[in-house]
């Protein structure tokens, strides 16, 4: 056994968002997950939304006091731009709304907890998405960005860490290329690298925002970095593997770190005739304003090779020309999640944002094990023994202090999440959280995984069987 130390000052704590966690109370708007719950509720797992979610809108003094006692120093969640805003043309606020990300705030400090504050999470107003076709129209990049104004001026002196966008690629990806996000389009592949695009402009465009006010804090984005492992070395699953990289980690990474899009991504785009429209000002915007730091989403990684029918897929033009994700026979599963589990990528992960962007100052921003029907390990007490999900959190705490001894520039890690939260149309299939909520009664109760995260971050480490982990 060897003791896994980290450093003196790192980041322990977990992720949530808005509309995963407050519920709809007293907003006056509806997002997009609003709007596709109340018209088709069917879709969502056992028909449960996002209304009441985990009712962190009351409950947020008692969540705090228990993330307190889980260990946290750091907690992620973010603003609803539904919530805090009554009129998206004039950016006039709700105070009540106001009030309620003021108590938050206040409440984190209360309890010793820094608080990273994200600007979207999936959650586009629906009206702008009726209205202006959401993130395929600069309107509401610009609109996006008065709402980023609201926010710096009413908490950007109360909050230190602030991030533009989380998992951005998710947007396009579930929106417009495979239909399992709403507006659940699918083979709309032109418009999703335009999406792709609007999102890049605006969180430079935010950047610059912040940054011109002054404030004492600083800025990043939140990208969910999946490493393309090919099949084999040979040249087309090694083109597949590229492609794949450039589309789902770089067309994000690279504008947020060096404030361009990734050439090689750029020159296929531009031969099928799907390259977004942009302007030389905009570019200029994108290359002048990047991130102080980066959040790295880990669950899972893809394996891809060659695209054994591209003709299937070029009209109406998709990405899917260019790779296929195939199933690697030895891989270990979570069966719940139907996600491989392979802690190695957390290592390789790191190495690469060490080694290609500049070592820049980053965090795991999110990392977790969802289980289904987790009342399966539920003791006589109501307890849950969740030895699973700290033999996972272990394993990939391993590989990411590995690379933090070889020189990779990680501050801090986030699990996802800090209590059972909504899930898109998941809803509660899987929990993940360290702390256990009962839909019924919103009783809260901190699983086995909670105690041992408040052992974990007292200790700054662990004892772990390093060969066992490898």
């Not at 986030?414 to 939260?421: E, K, L």
Request: aromatic share 18%; charged share 25%; net charge negative.
């Amino acid at each position: 056994m060897e003791f896994i130390s980290f450093p003196k000052d790192f980041w322990w704590g977990a992720a949530t968002s808005g509309p995963q966690s407050e519920g709809a109370f007293d907003k006056k708007h509806e997002n997009v997950m609003d709007h596709w719950f109340h018209t088709k509720p069917e879709d969502f797992f056992q028909g449960v939304g996002p209304d009441v979610a985990s009712d962190f809108y009351h409950h947020y003094k008692e969540d705090f006091k228990l993330m307190k006692q889980c260990g946290f120093n750091s907690f992620r969640t973010s603003i609803q731009w539904s919530r805090l805003i009554l009129d998206f043309e004039t950016f006039e606020v709700d105070e009540k709304a106001v009030e309620f990300y003021r108590n938050v705030i206040q409440e984190a400090k209360n309890n010793g907890i820094e608080l990273v504050m994200n600007l979207h999470h999936f959650d586009m107003p629906v009206e702008l998405l009726e209205k202006y076709g959401g993130w395929e129209s600069k309107k509401v990049v610009d609109l996006f960005v008065g709402f980023a104004k609201r926010c710096f001026e009413l908490f950007g002196k109360d909050i230190r860490y602030w991030t533009t966008f989380n998992e951005p690629m998710v947007i396009p990806e579930a929106g417009y290329l495979y239909g399992f996000h709403y507006p659940n389009y699918k083979g709309k592949g032109k418009e999703a690298m335009q999406v792709i695009y609007n999102i890049n402009l605006a969180s430079a465009k935010v950047i610059e925002l912040y940054h011109s006010m002054n404030l004492e804090g600083k800025i990043g984005i939140i990208l969910n970095l999946t490493p393309a492992y090919p099949r084999s070395q040979s040249k087309e699953d090694l083109a597949a593997s590229e492609f794949t990289d450039d589309l789902f980690n770089r067309s994000f990474l690279d504008p947020a770190v060096y404030g361009k899009l990734p050439e090689r991504l750029i020159k296929v785009l531009e031969k099928d005739g799907v390259l977004w429209e942009y302007t030389d000002e905009e570019l200029e915007v994108i290359s002048k304003n990047t991130v102080d730091f980066l959040g790295v989403n880990y669950y899972h990684p893809k394996r891809v090779k060659a695209q054994d029918h591209p003709e299937n897929f070029k009209t109406p033009w998709q990405p899917d020309q260019y790779f296929e994700e195939w199933f690697w026979p030895e891989c270990r599963m979570n069966p719940y999640r139907g996600w491989e589990i392979y802690p190695k990528a957390i290592y390789d992960i790191a190495k690469n944002v060490q080694d290609n962007y500049g070592n820049i100052p980053w965090f795991i921003s999110e990392n977790g094990m969802g289980v289904e029907v987790e009342e399966k390990y539920w003791d006589e007490d109501g307890n849950v023994q969740d030895d699973y999900r700290i033999d996972f959190y272990e394993e990939h705490l391993a590989w990411l202090n590995k690379a933090m001894k070889e020189g990779s520039n990680c501050f801090g890690f986030h699990a996802w999440t800090a209590f059972d939260c909504w899930s898109w149309n998941n809803a509660y299939k899987n929990r993940y959280g360290f702390i256990k909520v009962d839909l019924e009664t919103q009783e809260r109760t901190i699983k086995k995984s909670g105690h041992w995260y408040n052992e974990l971050s007292k200790q700054n480490g662990f004892y772990y069987d390093l060969k066992e982990g490898e």
